[in-house]
């Protein structure tokens, strides 16, 4: 399977288990009193969006090289990001606005049995957060990374949930705002979370040097090609789910230009296969006279 489709497959994954959850985590607060469940529901609702948004990066990022954008149209995916960090941070703001004004309000204790319900949604938000990340690892999609993160956002605001539920039923009258100071506290976490998705984004836009294995991997794979003496600068920018390359490969200075230009087309050659993340690869051939 191709890294797009991996990456949609996942979206779609994340779509319909978010959906489902909003609308248990709606009812279950809704009718179990719990308030910290109702805002782990908006928070739900927004990752739908989120993972709407997505979706629509993947397939927009990989449309095929054009002429307006020979390096493709990759760029697309961490704007995208830009733009889940920003329903992430929102969902955090309404958590904490809503949760703010549940404490200073009067009201009953949770239902006992909505601790049932957020045990099983924590399980479940564990391991979409561990599926999703893993296939944002093998796709190298930041913007399916951010889409991770969201799962695990959710499992933490339900953990918190769960803490502050349980604290109010053990201690009983008094302490019926628990699970809104969970909430509060779990607000906090997902703004963390959200700097943590941004700023990885934010260096592919500005092709920050985050790539010091991958060109480590490059000039091993470099020196097992025949003529190939050397590498010297290697600059790498990642777009999309493709790394594209620029590299000096030192050759033998006293052969034909013809010569240089073939090894140059077998060195990216070589390159693409044994590293399929790659996408272009620019060859600048530096001379190397033997004295």
């Known amino acids: 399977m191709s ?49 709407f948004l997505v979706l629509f990066g993947i397939k927009y990022s990989n449309r095929p090289a054009d002429r307006n954008h020979p390096y493709g149209h990759g760029r697309a995916e961490p704007l995208i990001t830009f733009l889940v960090v920003g329903f992430l941070i929102t969902s955090a703001t309404i958590i904490a606005y809503e949760s703010i004004v549940n404490i200073q309000k009067p009201h009953g204790l949770p239902k006992p049995w909505t601790l ?10 564990e391991y979409s957060f561990r599926l999703v990340m893993k296939k944002s690892i093998e796709t190298n999609s930041s913007s399916l990374k951010a889409d991770a993160w969201h799962h695990r956002s959710d499992a933490i605001t339900s953990v918190a949930a769960f803490i502050g539920i349980t604290i109010a039923l053990c201690m009983g009258k008094g302490y019926e705002s628990a699970d809104d100071w969970a909430a509060l506290f779990a ?15 934010l260096g592919e836009i ?53 010569e240089g230009h073939d090894l140059a087309h077998n060195l990216k050659d ?8 790659l996408g272009n690869v620019l060859i600048h051939v530096e001379p190397d006279f033997y004295e």
């Open 270 to 277: 070589t390159l693409q296969d044994q590293i399929p993340q």
């Open 116 to 125: 049932i319900v957020l045990g099983v949604i924590i399980i479940w938000k």
């Open 206 to 258: 500005m092709d920050e040097h985050l790539y010091d294995d991958l060109i480590a991997e490059i000039r091993k794979v470099s020196g097992t090609v025949t003529g190939i003496i050397d590498t010297e600068k290697c600059y790498i920018r990642k777009v999309g789910m493709k790394f594209h390359v620029d590299l000096h490969a030192v050759v033998d200075g006293t052969i034909s230009v013809k």
């Open 187 to 201: 607000s906090f976490f997902i703004l963390y979370n959200s700097y943590l998705i941004f700023r990885p984004a």
């Open 3 to 51: 890294s797009e489709k991996t990456a949609i497959k996942a979206t779609y994954f994340s779509i319909l288990g978010n959906t489902c959850l909003a609308i248990i985590k709606g009812f279950a607060g809704f009718f179990g009193n719990s308030y910290a469940l109702i805002a782990d529901a908006i928070e739900s609702t927004t990752d739908i969006f989120a993972s």
